[in-house]
């Protein structure tokens, strides 16, 4: 069975990569069978806002994934670098250092797809 780590870098100022991602992602799980995982990269976390304006849309696709088995995680490395602070986050996303969560994938034989 495939294993996909899909990492989405694409933020606010590109909401239509940034759903590709996502879609990419549930595709590949509801379609496949692939055991996939998603985390949200650089600006990537700035999707993952409570109060942005397709913030709905956004936690619904959120839900969809993690509904579907797929891990979903952010950088929160990233989320610091960008000045923002966890609880503008969604809920139920689990926080991780991008590197180190790429490496550990890597190791466990996941192929890495970016956006």
Do not use: P
């Amino acid at each position: 069975m495939a294993k996909i780590f899909v990492i989405s870098t694409a933020g606010k100022d590109d909401i239509n990569r940034a759903t590709m991602a996502i879609n990419f992602a549930l595709g590949a799980r509801n379609n496949a069978n692939a055991t996939v995982s998603l985390m949200f990269l650089g600006r990537g976390v700035e999707t993952l806002l409570k109060n942005a304006a397709n913030a709905e849309q956004m936690r619904k696709l959120v839900n969809d994934m993690i509904e579907a088995g797929i891990e979903v995680s952010y950088c929160g490395i990233s989320l610091k670098n960008l000045g923002l602070t966890r609880d503008l986050i969604f809920d139920n996303v689990k926080e991780v250092m991008g590197g180190v969560e790429t490496a550990r994938k890597i190791d466990e034989g996941y192929a890495v797809v970016s956006f």
